[in-house]
Structures are given as C-alpha cells and as structure tokens.
C-alpha cells in the first residue's frame, strides 16, 4: 500500500528546492496510492495536483486546498463525486477511467463556479442513456465535457427534456447500485475461500500431532537418508518454481470483471511477484564470493572485473609509467576511485575493481589522475622511484654515493690546511719594482716616413746646385 508521506512530497517537489509549504504544481502519478491525505495540511498553496494512475477509491482531504485550480484523479478507483466543495477556485476537473456510477453526485460540483472543464469518460455513468443531456443541465457553469465544448444550443435542448432524462438516470443508477453490490458480495465471498485454501494448505493444518519416526532408526539408514537430503531438496525448489509458474499463468488466464476490487487483487498479485523476485535476487548475490585481489603471501593480482579496455605504457624519456583506462564516457567521475601504490594500481569503477601489477615501484605521492572530457578515458601518470632525467638520459644516482661524494671533499680539504711559516729566511717579500720588466724596442718606422738626411762625410754623397737644401 503506497502512502503519501512527507518525504514522497519533497521528493517530488525538487523543482521548488524541495520546500513544500510554499509548492504550487505536485507530480504524485503512478505511487500505488490508496488513500488522500496530509495534502490540505502540508501543500495549503498548491495549484495543480497530479494523482493519475493511483488505487485512490475516495475524494477527501482536499477541501482546504482554495487555491487548486487543475485536480487529475484519473485511472483510480473512485466510485463517488464528493468533498470538493471547499476547492473555491476549481477550473479543471479530469475522472477519465474511474468507477463512478452515481451520477447524481455531479450535483455536489454546483458550488464550484469557476469549474469550466470536466472530464468523465470511461465511467460506467457515461454509458447512461441521457448522460451528457444530465451532466449539461446539472452544472451550468461548465464550457467544456469530456473534451467537447458544450453549445448553447444543446443546453437549451436538454432544458427542455430534463425531468424525463433525470427520471431516467434514476432507474439506471438503482440497476448499477445492485449490480455493484453483488460484486462486491462476490468478491469479499472469493476472498474469503482463498483465505482458507491458504490455511488448508499449512502444513499441521489439520489439528494432528506428528513425531519423528526417524529417531529410532539405525545408523546406517540415516546416513542413507542423510545422503539423499540435498536431492529432495533441489527436486522441492523445482518444483515449487513450476507450481509458481502455474499459479501464476492461471491468475493471468483467469475472468474477471473491471471492478475495484480486482484492480486491487491484480496488484497485490504483482506486488507478491515483486517481492518474490527481489528475495531470489538478494540470495544470489549473497552467495556470490568476493574478489580477491591479493593472495595471502601478499601476491598482487590483476583483475579486470569491469570489462575496460586499457593500455598500459612505459615512457623512458620522462621516466614514468603510463596507465590508460577506457572509463565509460557518460559516467560520472564521482564514481571512480583510484589507489596508486608503489607496487600496484586499483582503479574502482561503480564498486568493481581494475587492479594491475607494475613493473617497476613508482611514487604514488607524486602520481596523478586525469580524466577526458571528450573521450571520458583515465588517464594515470606514476613516475618511477630513484632515477633523475638530465638532458633526455637517463642518470642514476644513488642517495648513498652522494653522501660518500661529499665526505671524500671534507677530508680533502682538512689535508689542504695552510699552515703560517715562522722561519723569515723561507719566506721574502716580493720585489715590486720587478715584476713588470719593460723592453727597450727601437720604434719601427714606416717605409712612408721620411729618412734621415745623409751626412757629408759619406763617400756616396753628391751635392746638386739645382736641389734646395734640406730645412
């Protein structure tokens, strides 16, 4: 039995931030609903309100909703028109497909002067002779019946043949009176026999006491027995599920009139089938074992129980391992849960686990995880553990030659210690004067320059008259 309770309500109402006493517009179609109530006191401000397709056989607890303008109680089991009369601003009534067979209870909707649709096919009252003719007449504020607008013309004409059509409609609600109460006669009748074929068919049902006539027989025959226990059981559980399949096959077969009472038998049928498969379901996946992903003697497996494609890639020049995983590309990332490790990765997907053994330990603290927005992949980088890149090579370079490096230098320079010379003798101050020794160089002289003039003494010297001398 489905009930309308506050958190239904503010479930439905995400539109309005999940606040309910301020809601105008509530959604609560398809909920297996029986009964109406807690609206009037929790939605006072509700303007429409949807409750098609439900198992509601009564209209009530709605009076104080003043402000409800559109009402959907299609697809129920509502025999009566009633308790609407409080809904003051009421346009728009829709009964499509419920058990109404009392038309006369339209007349409780004469107070309601704004209503201007109604919607009442599917009803056993709208086979009646003289329905609409009725219905016209009856609510002179309606402009609009089951989706046909209503003329003046007609309302005139069905004034004047109201006291035969109304006399009419009298005897033929007397006949759908009876008839229904036979059915529901019927029907409580039927309920009553399956009731007690459910007691008949307990075992110890009929009054009679049973011991155990197995206690005094041997060993033997109860090894025996003992033995054969778990054939009879797996020949039980065969054939209970065909007698399930049976029973449910004949339900489905079987006659039976469109009343409310068999809307309701057909979903308490449906509700038991449910509840059955849900406990079946539940005991498979208990016996289920769980995944083992390292073995006792700390053995790290690889497991790909969800099914992903991956690639996985050493990259030498960068020094790090690369791990690309084919997440589904509508998933969301909150339900991703990486763990790197140094030895081993885990990549948890919707619960289900990725996990692959790496060759070489890597830095899980430096690690990192992207995701693509275009192809949804994971992509995982773990750069490896004591390796530095310098220049695109690869160098290795231990922690502890580093420090033998470095103690090797201090005792050198310890043996390098200068020490002050105390014997003058040894030790003399430098010469300033001579540590720049200049050379006495002749200048040299261009070829352009002009010589010396040459003395008279030299035998090779002749004295022209007609050259001026030399200043």
């Not at 409080?86 to 409780?108: A, M, P, R």
């Not at 039927?190 to 074929?197: G, R, V």
């Not at 077969?253 to 049928?269: G, I, Y």
Request: hydrophobic content about 30%; proline content about 5%.
């Amino acid at each position: 039995m489905g009930l309308i309770t506050e958190d239904l309500i503010r479930r439905n109402a995400e539109h309005n931030e999940c606040v309910i006493f301020s809601l105008e517009e509530l959604s609560l179609h398809q909920q297996e609903i029986e009964r109406l109530e807690h609206i009037d006191k929790w939605c006072r401000d509700l303007k429409i309100l949807y409750l098609q397709n439900n198992l509601i056989g009564k209209i009530e607890n709605v009076g104080k909703l003043k402000k409800l303008e559109y009402l959907n109680l299609a697809l129920n089991n509502i025999e009566r028109i009633e308790n609407l009369e409080g809904c003051e601003w009421l346009t728009k009534l829709d009964l499509t497909v419920n058990f109404i067979g009392e038309l006369s209870s339209v007349k409780t909707l004469k107070h309601n002067i704004h209503l201007k649709e109604l919607f009442l096919m599917g009803n056993p009252c709208a086979d009646f002779d003289g329905y609409r003719q009725f219905v016209v007449v009856t609510l002179q504020q309606l402009k609009w019946l089951d989706g046909k607008e209503i003329e003046r013309s007609e309302r005139i004409q069905a004034l004047q043949n109201y006291p035969a059509v109304e006399q009419q409609i009298r005897e033929q609600e007397k006949a759908y009176c009876l008839r229904r109460a036979k059915e529901k006669e019927e029907a409580r009748r039927k309920l009553e026999e399956e009731d007690e074929s459910k007691k008949n068919s307990l075992p110890g049902s009929d009054g009679r006491w049973y011991t155990d006539t197995h206690a005094a027989c041997p060993s033997s025959v109860e090894n025996k027995d003992h033995l054969q226990v778990p054939e009879t059981q797996e020949e039980g559980r065969g054939g209970k599920k065909s007698d399930e399949s049976e029973e449910d096959m004949a339900f489905w077969n079987k006659p039976s009139l469109f009343t409310p009472e068999s809307r309701l038998e057909t979903l308490r049928h449906m509700e038991k089938q449910r509840k059955a498969q849900e406990k079946q379901s539940g005991n498979k996946k208990e016996a289920k074992p769980p995944r083992t992903l390292v073995t006792k003697d700390g053995k790290v497996l690889n497991v790909n129980e969800a099914k992903l494609d991956f690639s996985l890639k050493d990259d030498e020049k960068h020094n790090q391992i690369i791990l690309d995983l084919a997440v589904y590309r509508y998933m969301d990332t909150s339900l991703i849960e990486v763990d790197v490790q140094p030895t081993y990765v885990r990549v948890t997907v919707k619960g289900k686990p990725f996990q692959l053994a790496l060759s070489a330990e890597v830095q899980p603290d430096i690690s990192s995880a992207k995701r693509s927005q275009t192809t949804g992949h994971l992509l995982i980088c773990m750069p490896k553990v004591g390796e530095v890149i310098t220049g695109g090579q690869r160098t290795p370079v231990s922690v502890k030659s580093t420090r033998d490096h470095s103690k090797e230098q201090t005792s050198h320079r310890r043996k390098q210690t200068e020490r002050l010379e105390v014997d003058p003798s040894k030790h003399s101050f430098p010469d300033v004067t001579t540590i720049v020794q200049e050379r006495k160089r002749k200048p040299k002289r261009m070829d352009s320059q002009p010589q010396t003039a040459p003395c008279e003494e030299d035998p090779d010297f002749g004295d022209h008259p007609e050259v001026p001398p030399l200043i």
